[in-house]
């Protein structure tokens, strides 16, 4: 690779952290929120040091070191190797290139993520439907062993859509980024009554707690009977256990 590669795919990388970071949101398909101003320093060092390297390379080339930096034999020692090629498309993917989100088809890889283990639960408010992360309803259904005021009632829950359930159920869906995509994690709740959507289709649940086992166990279904499933937009940050947007203060 010629030595004024180097600076162009430092540029490259550079102007594409930019990109992503400021001027979309799909640096929310690699890495989770807080990390965004890492990747707008990350992207502007890199951009920085491309431009200094190309006005180095500039002034080296008009000076009068063209021949030792050949080494008088009218070869050039300083090349990068071939596989520096590979940069390139790293580089042009995060200017040109939107990665899919991640969605049903790795939700359906893995088991559901395991919720943090709780002993004290505030009791649900008097509204209805109670709106609810999905994090929160597996935690009440299989750890609330003392008020388990959750059955009965009328919950409000939104994901996307994972089908192949058995018996024509399928489950709604989050996926949480810990740090970055490589950690994605999944955190379902298995969803009766209603046939499934497209794969990946966000939606609006309302519906009350599949009966089975007992509350307050592991015996208990992570499971909704849907009255009504309603479709939504996908949210800014899809990557995020949150209430449904109607919900939220």
Same mark, same amino acid.
């Given at each position: 690779?010629?030595?004024?590669?180097?600076?162009?795919? +430092?540029?490259?990388?550079?102007?594409?952290?930019?990109?992503?970071? +400021?001027?979309?949101?799909?640096?929310?398909?690699?890495?989770?929120?807080g990390?965004?101003?890492?990747?707008?320093?990350?992207?502007?060092?890199?951009?920085?040091?491309?431009?200094?390297?190309a006005?180095?390379?500039?002034?080296?080339?008009?000076?009068?070191?063209?021949?030792?930096?050949?080494?008088?034999?009218g070869h050039?020692?300083?090349?990068?190797?071939?596989?520096?090629?590979?940069?390139? +498309?790293?580089?042009?993917?995060?200017?040109?290139?939107?990665?899919?989100?991640?969605?049903?088809?790795?939700a359906?890889?893995?088991?559901?993520?395991?919720?943090?283990?709780?002993?004290?639960?505030?009791?649900?408010?008097a509204?209805?439907? *109670?709106?609810?992360?999905?994090?929160?309803?597996t935690?009440?259904?299989?750890?609330?062993?003392?008020?388990?005021?959750?059955?009965?009632?009328?919950?409000?829950?939104?994901?996307?859509?994972?089908?192949?359930?058995?018996?024509?159920?399928?489950?709604?869906?989050? *996926?949480? +980024?810990?740090?970055?995509?490589?950690?994605?994690?999944?955190?379902?709740?298995?969803?009766?009554?209603?046939?499934?959507?497209?794969?990946?289709?966000?939606?609006?649940?309302?519906?009350?707690?599949?009966?089975g086992?007992?509350?307050?166990?592991?015996?208990?279904?992570?499971?909704?009977?849907?009255?009504?499933v309603?479709? *939504?937009?996908?949210?800014?940050?899809?990557?995020?256990?949150?209430l449904?947007?109607e919900?939220r203060p």
């Amino acid at each position: 690779m010629k030595r004024f590669l180097q600076p162009v795919l +430092l540029v490259l990388c550079g102007l594409g952290l930019l990109h992503v970071s +400021l001027f979309t949101d799909l640096y929310l398909r690699y890495v989770k929120e807080g990390m965004r101003p890492l990747l707008i320093a990350s992207g502007a060092v890199l951009l920085l040091l491309g431009l200094a390297s190309a006005m180095l390379d500039k002034g080296q080339h008009e000076g009068p070191h063209d021949e030792e930096e050949h080494g008088g034999h009218g070869h050039n020692h300083s090349a990068m190797p071939r596989v520096a090629w590979l940069l390139l +498309l790293p580089a042009l993917s995060l200017l040109c290139y939107a990665p899919p989100a991640l969605g049903a088809y790795t939700a359906s890889r893995q088991p559901p993520k395991a919720v943090p283990e709780e002993s004290d639960f505030d009791p649900l408010p008097a509204t209805s439907p *109670v709106p609810m992360t999905l994090s929160d309803f597996t935690s009440r259904v299989q750890q609330d062993r003392e008020d388990q005021d959750i059955k009965g009632r009328s919950i409000l829950m939104t994901g996307f859509v994972t089908p192949g359930g058995p018996g024509g159920s399928w489950d709604l869906t989050r *996926v949480i +980024l810990n740090c970055c995509a490589a950690d994605a994690q999944s955190v379902k709740v298995r969803i009766y009554g209603d046939p499934a959507l497209p794969a990946n289709t966000w939606v609006t649940v309302t519906g009350t707690w599949h009966p089975g086992g007992k509350l307050g166990t592991r015996s208990a279904p992570v499971a909704l009977d849907a009255r009504r499933v309603e479709k *939504v937009d996908r949210p800014w940050n899809a990557y995020q256990d949150s209430l449904p947007p109607e919900a939220r203060p």
